[in-house]
């Protein structure tokens, strides 16, 4: 059975589908996935053992300057890309109206998420058969139980199983990895806790990796190395590149990233920060992974920026909640 599957991004979400790659490749044996992907990601579902394809799209780059030559001519290959074989299926599992459109570009009968199951509900009228899952509840439940309707098989009551396969690195010096990258303020652990965190495992004898994807947390990244010793800052890295530093890492410690996904994934002892967002429905999970979320009045908001009124040494003020004597612990816990 030969299955195109639409999930584009963003990582975290791209990860949460993953298990139910494997539900199905223990069900059906036989069954064989090519992945439609935002091209930044692309790395990510080919670490999967039932994925032979990974097909890159570029929508986030194409809405730039859509009637460019450039994006008319890269839509022309995607979609050529697409009509070389025919599917048995081609499952949108993103559930929006952007990805609802690239179910027109292939060939085979188009499923995904009902009116009322979709992120998106107009999405669903793009589908030739429809399936209802329940929205409130984690994204990696949802996924499992989307891919065991559409292609016909029990649901596993099992744990999640993401079925990674990456090189791993093989460290001679204990490290920490901190993941302090992420794209909301609402969710950036303040800077004095990463570096009071760090502190405590210099403490305990550990070499801390910090790095950044972007300018200010590269400087983020410099400052907490310039005022730690134990810090070791790392250079700009792929995805693949992060996926071998996390794998030889004895844990990590993460807010609400891609990574912090990642590193649960790849069953690294992960500690994960939750502020603004709501840890029930999209928080990394692994058999080593555990959640700390913001026991606070406003918490979780979904807001990007923090909006609180009330008077707080630190923001966003629902940290807080979650200093880091209590994070230490935690990942100690792990152990």
């Known amino acids: 059975m030969r299955v195109l599957l ?139 139980q989307l891919c065991s309707q559409a292609l016909g098989y029990a649901l596993p009551e099992t744990p999640p199983d993401f079925g990674l396969q990456v090189n791993k690195t093989i460290a001679n010096d204990p490290y920490l990895v901190f993941l302090h990258g992420t794209t909301w303020k609402s969710k950036q652990w303040p800077e004095v806790y990463w570096q009071e965190l760090a502190e405590l495992a210099k403490l305990a004898g550990y070499r801390i990796k910090v790095g950044g994807g972007n300018k200010e947390e590269v400087e983020r990244a410099t400052r907490l190395a310039s005022k730690n010793s134990a810090i070791d800052l790392v250079p700009y890295l792929s995805i693949n590149e992060m996926a071998q530093l996390l794998s030889g890492a004895k844990a990590a410690v993460a807010v609400d990233t891609g990574f912090g996904h990642l590193a649960s994934a790849l069953n690294i002892p992960t500690v994960s920060l939750y502020s603004s967002t709501n840890a029930d429905f999209t928080g990394a999970l692994g058999h080593a992974s555990t959640h700390l979320s913001a026991d606070f009045e406003c918490a979780p908001c979904l807001q990007r920026e923090c909006t609180f009124k009330g008077n707080a040494d630190i923001t966003p003020a629902c940290f807080t909640r979650l200093p880091p004597l209590k994070v230490w612990h935690a990942l100690q816990a792990l152990w």
């Open 6 to 144: 639409i999930k584009t991004s963003s990582m975290g979400d791209i990860i949460h589908t993953l298990p139910a790659l494997t539900d199905a490749s223990l069900a059906l044996p036989s069954v064989r996935f090519d992945w439609v992907v935002e091209e930044p990601f692309a790395e990510i579902p080919s670490w999967h053992k039932q994925v032979d394809n990974v097909i890159p799209v570029a929508l986030r780059r194409w809405r730039k300057d859509i009637f460019s030559r450039a994006t008319l001519s890269g839509i022309k290959q995607f979609r050529s890309q697409l009509k070389d074989k025919k599917y048995d299926l081609i499952l949108d599992a993103q559930g929006l109206v952007k990805s609802a459109w690239l179910v027109y570009l292939a060939r085979g009968v188009r499923a995904g998420l009902d009116f009322s199951s979709a992120r998106e509900g107009l999405a669903s009228l793009a589908y030739q058969r429809r399936y209802t899952v329940n929205f409130h509840q984690h994204a990696i439940h949802r996924m499992r």
